[in-house]
């Protein structure tokens, strides 16, 4: 059974840089069937996708937050994480990772997200 | 960007109702829309793909429908354990986007 788990610190100052990391187990980071992607979902709000990576190095972002993100993947310890620099209370937010599975449909791909994190709250606050 | 949009935005309902939510995308994508549940402190769970395929182990209950702009979910009986927020997304590109979530709770 495949899980993912989210790790890093729970508390950030303003203007410094996010760091969490995604661990998988129970299955290959490297296979050529999926993506990997970082979701957050601040207090009592609702869900924002903050981009993927597949692991070739391939990336993409939310462009809302393009100039700031930075996802990476580590095929040796299968993992993934995410930078995100020079934050402010309103980054403050339960951060999940996700399994991202492409699924053919109507000549293109969907991409779904099937396999998530339990999630890690991040504050930022000084 | 795609723009999702839900309605409603919270519903009560009691045990064996059948519920209706709505989600609306601001142009066309196809198919391509996926249907989430999430319970309090919990990830989300995905429960439909592709607009109207159920994700393996999820109750027959739960059925989507839809195309282009407009889709539904519907549960048929509502039971206890589906009390709970519900999202949709689309899943064209990776420009993914979500819906502001639909919140059924015990009426």
Same mark, same amino acid.
């Given at each position: 059974?495949?899980?993912?788990?989210?790790? &890093?610190?729970?508390? =950030?100052?303003?203007?410094?840089?996010?760091?969490?990391?995604?661990? /998988? !187990?129970?299955?290959?980071?490297? !296979?050529?069937?999926?993506?990997?992607?970082?979701?957050?979902?601040?207090? &009592?709000?609702?869900?924002?996708?903050? &981009?993927?990576?597949?692991?070739?190095?391939?990336?993409?972002?939310?462009?809302?937050?393009?100039?700031?993100?930075?996802? !990476? /993947?580590?095929?040796?310890?299968?993992?993934?994480?995410?930078?995100?620099?020079? =934050?402010? #209370? #309103?980054?403050? #937010?339960?951060?999940?990772? #996700?399994?991202?599975?492409?699924?053919?449909?109507?000549?293109?791909?969907?991409?779904?997200?099937?396999?998530? &994190?339990?999630?890690?709250?991040?504050? /930022? !606050?000084? | 960007?795609?723009?999702?949009?839900?309605?409603? +935005?919270?519903?009560?309902?009691?045990?064996?109702?059948?519920?209706?939510?709505?989600?609306?995308?601001?142009?066309? @994508?196809? +198919?391509?829309?996926?249907?989430?549940?999430?319970?309090? %402190?919990?990830?989300?769970?995905?429960?439909?793909?592709?607009?109207?395929?159920?994700?393996? %182990?999820?109750?027959?209950?739960?059925? %989507?429908?839809?195309? %282009? *702009?407009?889709?539904?979910?519907?549960?048929?009986?509502?039971?206890?354990?589906?009390?709970?927020?519900?999202?949709?997304?689309?899943?064209?590109?990776?420009?993914? *986007?979500?819906?502001?979530?639909?919140?059924?709770? @015990?009426?």
């Amino acid at each position: 059974q495949l899980q993912l788990q989210e790790s &890093g610190p729970g508390l =950030v100052k303003p203007s410094e840089t996010l760091s969490l990391t995604c661990t /998988v !187990s129970g299955g290959s980071i490297s !296979s050529s069937s999926y993506y990997w992607g970082w979701i957050r979902q601040p207090p &009592g709000k609702g869900l924002e996708w903050i &981009g993927s990576i597949y692991y070739s190095g391939s990336t993409y972002y939310n462009p809302s937050l393009k100039s700031r993100v930075t996802i !990476s /993947v580590d095929t040796s310890k299968n993992q993934f994480s995410l930078k995100l620099s020079s =934050v402010t #209370a #309103a980054d403050t #937010a339960v951060y999940y990772c #996700a399994r991202v599975w492409p699924h053919f449909t109507d000549k293109e791909f969907g991409y779904y997200f099937d396999y998530w &994190g339990q999630g890690t709250l991040v504050t /930022v !606050s000084s | 960007d795609i723009q999702m949009t839900q309605s409603p +935005s919270s519903v009560s309902a009691s045990v064996g109702d059948r519920v209706t939510i709505t989600c609306r995308a601001s142009q066309g @994508i196809s +198919s391509w829309l996926a249907w989430y549940q999430q319970k309090p %402190g919990k990830a989300p769970k995905l429960l439909i793909y592709a607009a109207s395929s159920l994700q393996s %182990g999820v109750p027959s209950r739960f059925s %989507g429908s839809g195309s %282009g *702009t407009d889709f539904t979910l519907t549960i048929s009986s509502l039971q206890p354990e589906d009390f709970a927020t519900y999202y949709c997304q689309q899943a064209n590109s990776f420009l993914f *986007t979500f819906g502001p979530g639909t919140k059924v709770d @015990i009426k």
